[in-house]
């Protein structure tokens, strides 16, 4: 256990609508990872960061941005849902001390389909 | 850049027969690479990793994995599954600042 919390766990939206999703780390973690999951394609990034205020993009970052104010907490955010945001989305820290190898660890995911 | 290929996107398998997941991966620069087990429903939880050294890598629910670099392959084992391992599998590569993914392999155990 990461310590790494979701929320909301499951969540129905209507295209158009903003969303936002939270990650929520207990373990003072540098990086934090927002990840899409979709039958076909695994996991696939949409944005990571590597410390307060400092984000990049991942592979699918279009569509979606993020935020992350504190250390523990790591937003992503959905403008305007659409259809083809329909996935489920993992949030995941990466564990950097030396012994670990920089291993990531997933949050439960977040359920979110649009309508 | 990096990327992975699982070579089988369904593995069907009876119960207490041995199976192997495969997976390549391309990279310009050496690696670490994970193997992450996903029960329905659920988040994914770290199998195995090699970091480096030995190249038969033990994890755990008696899964290991072996790296072979001039086949740039790291191929899951078990020598006897059960019903529990029912479960997507996905191999994983990267050293710096994320994880590149498969699109992984499903495997389903048959009593």
């Known amino acids: 256990d990461a310590g790494i919390t979701q929320s909301p766990r499951h969540k129905v939206t209507e295209t158009g609508t903003p969303v936002t999703l939270r990650c929520h780390q207990t373990e003072n973690h540098r990086y934090m990872y927002w990840y899409r999951q979709d039958p076909g394609h695994g996991l696939r990034l949409i944005h990571y960061s590597y410390g307060v205020k400092d984000t990049d993009k991942g592979e699918v970052s279009d569509g979606y941005s993020v935020s992350r104010s504190k250390t523990e907490d790591f937003l992503l955010t959905l403008e305007s849902a659409t259809s083809s945001q329909t996935s489920v989305y993992f949030c995941?820290?990466?564990?950097?001390?030396?012994?670990?190898?920089?291993?990531?660890?997933f949050g439960e995911g977040s359920w979110l389909t649009v309508v | 850049a990096q990327s992975v290929t699982q070579l089988d996107s369904q593995v069907p398998v009876f119960e207490e027969a041995p199976v192997e997941l495969r997976c390549n991966y391309s990279?310009?620069?050496?690696?670490?690479l994970f193997w992450y087990v996903q029960y329905p429903n659920q988040g994914l939880q770290l199998l195995l990793k090699y970091l480096s050294g030995s190249t038969l890598v033990k994890g755990i629910n008696g899964f290991e994995a072996e790296f072979n670099k001039s086949q740039t392959s790291f191929h899951l084992r078990k020598p006897s599954v059960h019903i529990s391992d029912t479960a997507e599998y996905f191999c994983?590569?990267?050293?710096?600042?994320?994880?590149?993914f498969g699109t992984g392999t499903r495997l389903q155990v048959f009593p």
């Open positions: 994983a590569v990267g050293k710096a600042d994320k994880l590149i």
């Open positions: 990279s310009s620069v050496s690696v670490y």
């Open positions: 995941a820290i990466r564990d950097s001390r030396r012994s670990s190898g920089n291993t990531i660890y």
